[in-house]
């Protein structure tokens, strides 16, 4: 069951990058509008974010804050009980002063109930930016809104921002997340209470290997999952076996064509320009129809 009242969540993830994550993630959340679906997509690939180049829109920017300890240096006496009170490693007294190293600080006020001189306190600091707002040029009674996350260069707080862009998809029927590549903490944030988890991979050893590590990410989270061959047709690697081998079902196959690639590097909506897109999309949404059924 998803996290959001009763909205239903498809997560589409991949172990690497380049196998047609987002891809799958625009033209599926497009066909679930399309269904009849209030839709938000939230591209949650928050140090790449693309998944707005597809799409016309109008948004509305807020930045992300994220709290953080603060030392007031006239009054710390450098005794070290802030120190020794977090978890984190996010402060070292050098030379008789305190330092509060931003980029490891989770913000769980700690330090400050420790401090016995009041000398420690919060403040708050931008980590990045979410944006939202309805995709204009679909049809009138096609309701799809996009939510982006974009970290500031250089911070490391991507699940962070991942997380306030999920909060803006509250309160729509479904939710279609284009999660980080990889498995790092920001992709465990994008998938953790997905209804669907999408594992887009591609025939090739690269993305056997990676395809595994994402399957085990998604039954570490215990998401029910189904995989997205892309580029179906070449390669070495028989991921329908392994599939087969592993319990879960191959829901759809993207043929490796030309078009395909050179619509998708127009930032066009493949599946409204290529019949063989448009089938696999089809099938991810009766997969997402079943799922909805049955939760
Ligand atoms: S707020 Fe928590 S994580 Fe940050 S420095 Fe204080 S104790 Fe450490
Ligand atoms: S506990 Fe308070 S006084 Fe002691 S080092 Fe930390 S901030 Fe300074």
């Not at 974009?150 to 029927?173: C, F, M, N």
């Not at 127009?266 to 049955?294: F, G, H, Q, T």
């Amino acid at each position: 069951m998803s996290d959001v009242g009763s909205t239903f969540i498809v997560a589409v993830a991949s172990g690497k990058g380049g196998t047609g994550k987002t891809l799958v993630a625009t033209n599926l959340a497009v066909a679930l509008a399309r269904d009849g679906r209030d839709v938000v997509l939230v591209d949650c690939d928050v140090e790449a974010p693309n998944d707005h180049l597809f799409f016309e829109m109008d948004a509305q920017h807020r930045a992300v804050m994220v709290p953080l300890a603060e030392v007031d240096e006239e009054a710390c006496t450098a005794c070290g009980a802030c120190r020794d009170a977090c978890a984190y490693g996010a402060i070292r007294i050098l030379g008789g002063h305190t330092l509060v190293f931003p980029e490891l600080c989770h913000g769980c006020g700690a330090c400050v109930i420790a401090c016995p001189i009041g000398a420690m306190g919060e403040t708050r600091r931008r980590v990045g930016e979410v944006s939202w707002g309805p995709v204009r040029g679909l049809a009138a009674q096609d309701r799809l809104t996009l939510v982006s996350g974009t970290l500031d260069i250089g911070d490391v707080k991507a699940p962070d921002v991942i997380r306030a862009a999920r909060s803006l998809a509250a309160g729509h029927a479904c939710v279609v997340l284009d999660a980080p590549p990889g498995v790092s903490c920001a992709a465990v944030a994008a998938v953790k209470g997905a209804g669907l988890l999408l594992l887009v991979t591609e025939p090739t050893p690269f993305g056997l290997h990676d395809l595994e590590l994402a399957a085990r990410l998604g039954h570490e989270l215990e998401v029910p999952m189904a995989v997205v061959l892309n580029r179906a047709g070449t390669g070495s690697v028989d991921i329908e076996a392994w599939c087969t081998r592993e319990g879960i079902p191959l829901v759809a196959r993207i043929p490796f064509m030309r078009e395909v690639a050179e619509k998708y590097a127009d930032a066009c909506l493949v599946a409204d320009e290529v019949p063989a897109v448009a089938d696999a999309i089809a099938a991810m949404v009766a997969l997402v129809a079943e799922r909805e059924a049955s939760v």
